[in-house]
């Protein structure tokens, strides 16, 4: 099983600031089948990126997503307020698919 | 514009099984553009992939739980199910059932369309 480790847990930020997540994997993961989601409380999750850097439909270019083999960074370049939540990165190309564990964006 | 919708009983005793419904509309689940799936939500926890169902019948389940899960497809009512057996308070969690695109090549991308979620508990 692949296992991703996203940081930092949380990250404190104003409107306005650039945010950088992180997420590595215990294996080597295809970009092909690496993505990212934004979830917010009581909300299913929300595809954001998908092929390690395409954004899906609907997505702001201040989304963008990179990295490749085992390191992956989702960076939102100037957050809006909508954007604090919680992210999560995912590797859908080896069985099971997994998530990392989250990361919080919060207001600081 | 797609939309899914879980279903299923709220509260499920301890050792009994879990059966949940996705419910498609705005689409066909038979079409071969697409995969459906089911993920759970701990409260308060990330994300678990259960496993996915292809338009063939095809499945593909988590190891970790490949045998207590069954996943299964009816195209007359365009739904598709989750059953989950042996249940503990463990498995307490919001279930969502999702949609991802499937290409002929067999290339997938990850799911797009997410239902709202159900929260099940297990508790007697």
């Known amino acids: 099983e692949i296992v991703l480790t996203q940081s930092p847990g949380t990250l404190s930020l104003s409107p306005g600031e650039r945010a950088t997540l992180s997420c590595r994997a215990s294996q080597r993961v295809s970009t092909t089948y690496f993505a990212w989601y934004q979830q917010k409380p009581g909300q299913a999750p929300r595809l954001l990126i998908y092929g390690a850097s395409s954004r899906a439909t609907g997505i702001p270019d201040r989304f963008s997503g990179s990295g490749s083999g085992t390191d992956f960074t989702l960076t939102i370049s100037r957050l809006e307020p909508e954007d604090f939540a919680f992210y999560y990165c995912?590797?859908?190309?080896?069985?099971?698919?997994?998530f990392g564990q989250g990361a919080r964006v919060e207001i600081k | 514009q797609l939309q899914l919708q879980e279903s299923g009983p709220g509260l499920v005793k301890p050792s009994e099984t879990l059966s949940l419904t996705c419910t498609v509309s705005?689409?066909?689940?038979?079409?071969?553009?697409?995969?459906w799936g089911w993920v759970r939500q701990p409260p308060g926890k990330g994300l678990e992939w259960f496993g996915s169902?292809?338009?063939?019948?095809?499945?593909n389940y988590n190891p970790s739980l490949k045998s207590r899960v069954t996943i299964s497809v009816d195209t007359s009512k365009n739904q598709f199910s989750l059953k989950l057996s042996s249940v503990t308070a463990a498995d307490t969690a919001v279930y969502y059932c999702?949609?991802?695109?499937?290409?002929?090549?067999?290339?997938?991308?990850?799911?797009?369309?997410w239902g709202q979620g159900t929260l099940v508990t297990v508790s007697s």
């Open positions: 999702a949609r991802g695109p499937l290409y002929s090549s067999g290339w997938v991308e990850p799911f797009d369309y």
């Open positions: 169902i292809y338009y063939s019948g095809t499945t």
């Open positions: 995912h590797q859908y190309g080896s069985s099971p698919w997994t």
């Open positions: 705005g689409g066909y689940i038979s079409s071969s553009n697409y995969y």
